[in-house]
């Protein structure tokens, strides 16, 4: 089950209008098409590493756990501070944890999806007792700055959950994660892509994205992963509490709810605030939503998300 919930936001602030100034856009625009208003861009000492470690001390002290509580870190990210080590083992470094296992999910961003399904299977397997699940990134370091039409669009950041193992009924009443559904399909690695990496070009290389393509697809991946959910769950729009998704466009979320009959009022959304943190976007959601008491113990909270590869997936979890 979810024990706590910790985030960390870069300091730097960047509005629309100061993007107004670096590239030909307008606040209108942005504002229109995607919902965002600002982001957070991490500065030199502010790496995916250390945002992780904030947000994982964060959620730790949330949970009322120490690092001696964790024998599983997950670190979901396309951003890490380097090609290897993992950023999973600089969090378990930073936090003086020397057991256990550590490693990174890169499933861009459905990576915390994907990370709390890797997580739960642990856990549920006995194997391990406690996990902290993160998702990172500092986006803002593989934007392209004179494309306009994508360096609008994401943000830096990081949040935590603390994952319990528990011994269920085997009931939705269950708390903790309910069910995972996760897909991919590689055939579309054009359409939203990094144009380096390590085995290629030996740099980091450009995020490229042809928005209207990722748009097309959107809705209808994960709403298809959602209704996996509520089949496996014997559950439906009307059972929720909150439905968190990824924070990449407001226009693809609100699409998303109404496909599936979920009421606006129980849509948790950051993206105005926070832009596309990948990875990061829904445990940022997360913390948001369970400092503000939105989300309390015993709710039913849907998560899903889409990203590059494209990978998708969703997780129900009672609270
Ligand atoms: N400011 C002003 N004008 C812009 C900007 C900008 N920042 N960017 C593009 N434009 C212009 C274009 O050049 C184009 O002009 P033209 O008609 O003269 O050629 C016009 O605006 C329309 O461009 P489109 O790309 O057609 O705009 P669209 O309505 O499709 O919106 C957007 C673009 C916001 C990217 C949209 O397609 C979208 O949200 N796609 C999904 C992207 C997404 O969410 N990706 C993340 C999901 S996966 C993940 O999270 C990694």
Not at 16 to 37: C, H, K, S
Not at 52 to 81: H, K, M, Y
Not at 86 to 98: E, F, W
Not at 163 to 191: C, F, I, P
Request: with cysteine; glycine share 10%; hydrophobic share 40%.
């Amino acid at each position: 089950m979810v024990e706590g919930v910790g985030s960390s936001l870069p300091e730097r602030r960047v509005t629309n209008a100061e993007l107004e100034t670096m590239v030909d856009t307008t606040d209108e625009w942005i504002v229109q098409r995607t919902g965002i208003r600002e982001r957070r861009i991490a500065g030199p000492g502010e790496t995916t590493s250390v945002l992780a470690t904030r947000a994982a001390q964060e959620a730790l002290a949330n949970a009322g756990r120490t690092a001696a509580d964790i024998d599983l870190i997950v670190v979901a990210t396309s951003t890490p501070d380097f090609t290897f080590p993992s950023s999973a083992t600089q969090v378990q470094a930073a936090l003086g944890i020397v057991r256990g296992a550590a490693f990174d999910v890169q499933a861009v961003c459905s990576g915390f999806v994907y990370a709390m399904t890797i997580a739960d299977k642990f856990l549920a397997s006995g194997s391990h007792e406690r996990a902290l699940v993160i998702g990172a990134e500092t986006f803002s370091r593989i934007l392209d700055w004179e494309d306009r039409t994508t360096c609008v669009l994401f943000g830096d950041g990081a949040g935590a959950v603390v994952l319990g193992r528990q011994e269920g009924q085997g009931t939705t009443a269950d708390r903790g994660v309910l069910t995972t559904h996760l897909r991919s399909d590689g055939r579309h690695r054009e359409k939203l892509y990094v144009d380096g990496g390590p085995s290629t070009t030996g740099t980091v290389g450009h995020l490229r994205m042809s928005g209207k393509e990722v748009f097309r697809h959107a809705v209808g991946m994960v709403t298809d992963v959602m209704r996996d959910a509520f089949a496996a769950t014997n559950t439906t729009a009307a059972d929720l509490d909150w439905f968190v998704p990824h924070q990449a466009n407001e226009r693809i979320i609100d699409a998303s709810a109404d496909k599936l009959g979920i009421a606006p009022e129980k849509i948790v959304k950051t993206v105005q605030m926070h832009g596309n943190t990948s990875a990061a976007s829904i445990p940022l959601a997360l913390a948001v939503a369970c400092e503000d008491g939105r989300i309390k113990r015993g709710d039913l909270v849907m998560l899903e998300a889409m990203g590059g590869g494209f990978t998708w997936g969703s997780v129900i979890v009672r609270w």
